[in-house]
Each structure stands twice: as C-alpha cells, then as structure tokens.
C-alpha cells in the first residue's frame, strides 16, 4: 500500500540534499471573534485603528464584521510564521477598547441571526461585492455558522524540491503542468486520510446552547449551558458547519480528477442557475440579496477541507488563475483554532502538517470513485463527532478499519519523511513533532478536544465558562508581551496606507456595480 512512497522517499533520500525543503513557503490565516467584555460578539465596526479589511494585507475580517482575520505573508521558517502572527495579535490588542479576541473555533453568546453583523467594506466595487457576497452566504445558510472560526495552512514546495522531483519521476511535461498534477494528487490523499486533522488538532467537542438558537439537536447536553458530544473531536467540521449539504443536493462535487476537472466542475457549479435560489431574488426592492441565484455565487463559496491556489492579479477569478498559471499552493482548510495556545496554533502542529502534506504528496494518488468519495465524506464527518470512541472503525477501500490502528499506520510511514525534512533543520523538529501525535493516538486522552472536556469537567465548568476563561488568559498573553516598537511601527504605517487605498478605489470607480459584476462573471 505504501511501496510507492517509499521508493520515492528512498531516492530523495539517497539525494543526501540537505538543504531541499529550506525554502518552503508558509503562511498562516487565523480567524478571531471580537467580542465584548461579556464575551458576545461585538457590535461595533472594525476598529480604524486596525486599518481598512478591504485592502490590508494582514488584518482584515472573515464574514463577518466581528470576526478578524490573521494573515502572514508566506515565510520560509516556521519560526517566522509564528513570530508574524504573534506581532499580529499584539498590535491587534492594542487597538481594541473594551473587549477581546474569542479563543475557540465555537462562538458563544450568540444572541440570533441579528447579533451577527456582516463584514463591510466600503463603497468600492470590489467593498460591494465582498459585502453583497456574505450577504447571499446568510440567505442561504444562515449567518449563525459562518461566524465558526478556523486556521488556514497555506504551503508551497521549494521551486528546487520541484527540479529534483520531476528528474526522479521521469517528468515529460512542462514543469507547471507536473507541478499541478503533483499538488493535485497531494490533494486527493489529503482527502483520503484528512480525517487524521480533527483527530489529532480538533479542539470543538463542545458548543454553547445559544449556538443552535433553540434548534432541536441530537447532541447530548453537557450542562444547562452547554451541548456535545463524548468522544468529538471537531464539531466545526461535522454536520453543525457548513459541509456543502445543499451542493451536494444540486449534484455539484467538485472533481479532483486533475486541475481541469476541477476547474470545469467549479466553473459548472458558479454558472449553474438554481431554482432554490432564485426564489429569494437577486436584487429585491432595489438590493442585492445575493451575487447571483447560481448553485454558488463564486468559487469560494464551496466549502472543502483543502484547495488548490494561485495568486490572483487584479480581480481575477480563482478559477481563471488556476487556469492561466496553474497551482501555486495548497490551502488546507480542517484545523480548528488551538484553544491551548495563544496563536492559536503552535510549531509541533506546523511541523506535522508539513509532513503531513510531503506524505500525502509522494504516496500514490489514483483518482477518487464515487464510492471512495462517499467513504471519504463519511469518514471525515465520524471523525469529527466520534473520533475519540476507542473501537470506532472507519472505511478503507470498502473494508472497516479502527481509526487507531489507520492512524498508528500513517505516522509510522512519516517518520522517513521527518528524516527529509529534518536535515533541513536544526537537530530533529519534525521528528520530535511526529512524536507527540504518535502519543495522541496511543492515547486519545491527550488530545485538544478531549483535553477541552476534563478540564470543563475538573473545574465544573460549560463551554462558556471554559472558552471565558482561556480568552482571558490568552489576551493577558499578549498585553505582558514586551513592547515591540518597530513592528507596531510597520502595523501602524499599513493601517494607514490601507484606509487611503481603500478610499483612493472608491474615488476611481468607472463602473457601476451591475457592470462591474457583469464584467467579473463575464471572465472565463
């Protein structure tokens, strides 16, 4: 099962190239909810000290207006990464009055749909059409689960990592076509054994009751407050978030066949009208309700734990960047926020992952049956809401297998990838890093999520309480930090560089919104 892997690693490996993967690209996208003292989520506009979340590079908001976005730019360290994003929340605290950055995926204190403001970005076009979309995603979905804060792991290969491997697969294309299929295949087994990312990094077994809004639930109560469930890993990723359910219904699936595929199936899905849609209107009353009533409004709008990138130019379409340049990078979309940290996310995780994706990358990746995407949709769902239960069997090629023993396989067929990626560290990062997953699968208990729940338990705690309290904990992090005055510098100068390019794209309009997002639809 693993041959092919392992030959490929063996000959990377012979290479005795100790400097490969030094030149990866990494970066980080972390969603935090603001909230007030009370811990709801706050009503007030994006702070202006924060600069504009149209045209920041860094700071900018999610759906909605609350929920803050974390960038980092690709780096080459792991260190850099988390240096960047913990130089982000310091200065992010320093802006705000009065309130805090929530700690968990899960929110809290949701007071219904009206509690829950959409993101605003100005009256430019491009501010519009942000604005307009979530506006359609709250029609559609609801605007409860689409304020579920995540972390986003971006990753690119080293161009030399790429030279070296097209030599030793015999590569015959050009080298952007080899690149694509390569990261395409990375994402066909990313998919495959993707269930592992909640197992090992969920930190959501639990929800404040407020979430649902009084909805009927099978989830078990924990305490008057609180709903879970006993052996969740990540309620984020089970059928409380958004899954693509409705997609799914309208026949649309994206296709990782190849990035032609999944472009065509995409492109399908943002042209498709869909009489579901059409029924809440367009522009009703002379607003926009939503972009368009097609089965999605832009790519974007199709949830999947991992996507394939390139760098857009200007208001380029996803799909017609990958189109004309291929496949810059990976997106990998499951990790729910790391409660236990105040990043939000720490090195031994960003080690794995790395790992993670080399494994993925060099294992072999035929294309995914309509029966392997079912097992792979099921697992993945299992996963999230029972995968700490200590006899829980999951699908393999159409045959049950214990979570526990795929995942002891899995980390055990790492460990000739840490030896890669470790000689282009100092002493045995990714080694150490694969140890401490190799534990939590020994031993569930160590796990975030189930972490989480002793200490709710111990301290008597409901999600709330516990949630409360590790936020406290965190922005007390982030005040003691010692001041760093030429990072508040640098933040301070792109706040303000980006209010005057948000303003200066208003100024320019030409077109009106409807030609605008004419002309945008209209790209192919």
């Known amino acids: 099962m693993y041959q092919k892997a392992r030959r490929r690693l063996k000959r990377l490996l012979d290479l005795q190239h100790s400097r490969l993967m030094r030149n990866s690209a990494i970066g980080i996208e972390k969603e935090s909810l603001r909230v007030d003292e009370s811990g709801g989520i706050a009503q007030t506009d994006h702070p202006q000290a924060l600069g504009s979340a149209l045209t920041h590079p860094f700071i900018t908001t999610d759906y909605g207006e609350a929920l803050a976005e974390f960038v980092t730019p690709p780096l080459h360290s792991i260190p850099e990464v988390l240096d960047f994003l913990r130089d982000t929340q310091q200065f992010v605290y320093q802006c705000l ?32 059409m942000k604005h307009i979309y979530r506006r ?73 009751k407020s979430f ?7 989830l078990a109560e924990f305490d008057e407050s609180t709903y879970y469930e006993p052996y969740a890993t990540s309620l984020r990723m089970g059928d409380i978030g958004y899954q693509n359910n409705r997609e799914n219904e309208h026949g649309i699936k994206a296709n990782y066949d190849s990035l032609d595929a999944y472009i065509a199936s995409l492109t399908c899905a943002i042209t498709t009208p869909c009489a579901e849609y059409e029924k809440l209107g367009v522009q009703v009353n002379g607003e926009y309700r939503q972009l368009n009533a097609n089965i999605l409004q832009i790519e974007n709008e199709y949830y999947s734990t ?27 979309r499951s990790l729910d926020v790391n409660a236990f940290d105040p990043l939000g996310i720490n090195e031994k995780q960003l080690r794995f992952l790395e790992t993670f994706l080399l494994f993925c990358l060099l294992h072999e990746s035929p294309v995914i049956s309509a029966d392997e995407r079912v097992s792979i949709d099921e697992n993945e769902l299992v996963a999230a809401h029972r995968g700490r239960e200590p006899e829980l069997s999951l699908n393999r090629d159409s045959k049950p297998i214990l979570l526990k023993n795929w995942a002891a396989e899995l980390l055990e067929e790492m460990l000739p990838v840490c030896e890669l990626l470790d000689r282009s560290a100092a002493g045995d990062p990714y080694r150490a890093a694969l140890d ?18 002793r200490e709710m338990r111990e301290r008597g705690e409901g999600f709330y309480h516990f949630a409360k309290r590790i936020s406290e904990t965190h922005r007390q992090f982030f005040l003691n930090l010692p001041p760093n005055e030429l990072r508040k510098r640098y933040f301070t100068e792109l706040a303000i560089k980006s209010l005057e390019d948000q303003r200066a794209l208003e100024a320019t309009d030409e077109l009106s919104f409807e030609q605008y997002l004419q002309r945008y639809c209209s790209h192919s």
């Open 212 to 218: 649902l809004g009084g909805a009927k639930t099978t």
């Open 306 to 332: 991992i996507r394939p990138k390139q760098v857009p130019k200007g208001n380029e379409k996803p799909t017609l960047a990958l189109r004309r340049r291929g496949i810059a990078y990976v997106e990998l």
């Open 436 to 453: 401490v997953q190799k534990r939590k699968v020994d031993d569930s208990e160590l796990t975030p999520s189930a972490r989480m729940l």
């Open 97 to 128: 009055d009065h309130e805090y950055l929530w700690a968990t995926s899960m929110p809290c204190v949701v007071a219904g749909e009206t509690s829950i403001r959409i993101a605003e970005y100005g009256t430019s076009n491009p501010g519009m």
């Open 136 to 208: 359609g995603l709250g029609y559609r979905y609801g605007k409860v689960m689409q304020v579920i804060a995540g972390v986003h792991y971006n990753y690119s290969f080293p161009p030399e990592f790429w030279t070296l491997y097209s030599e030793l697969e015999g590569n015959e294309l050009p080298m952007q076509d080899f690149v694509s299929e390569s990261y395409m295949a990375l994402i066909r087994n990313l998919q495959r054994f993707g269930w592992l990312i909640p197992y090992l990094f969920g930190a959501s077994p639990a929800i404040c």
